[in-house]
């Protein structure tokens, strides 16, 4: 709550970014109501839709949004890679 107090006062009103550590993604999901693995929603048109925003508290009835930071992500996303192309070498190497 801190946090979100300074970002206002600082003038962000609408988003709060971070990364996408497993304590960061559970805060998101705790901050609209849910836990765990998000499940399918039929009855959308995209059934993978989220919504991840609360009601911001220092100016109710906007909503604050989360981000998870981009640059965060396409790190994940080659350290990933970068791993499965490693496994993959050693396999080859040593089948």
Not at 44 to 65: A, I, R, T
Not at 70 to 86: A, G, I, V
Request: with cysteine.
């Amino acid at each position: 709550m801190e946090t979100i107090k300074l970002l206002y006062l600082l003038g962000l009103k609408t988003v709060v970014i971070c990364d996408g550590a497993s304590s960061n993604l559970a805060t998101i999901k705790a901050s609209h109501g849910a836990s765990g693995v998000y499940q399918l929603n039929r009855d959308k048109s995209d059934p993978y839709e989220v919504h991840p925003s609360f009601v911001n508290p220092y100016d109710p009835p906007n909503l604050m949004h989360w981000m998870i930071c981009p640059t965060h992500q396409l790190k994940n996303n080659y350290d990933t890679c970068s791993l499965f192309f490693k496994k993959w070498r050693y396999q080859m190497l040593y089948p």
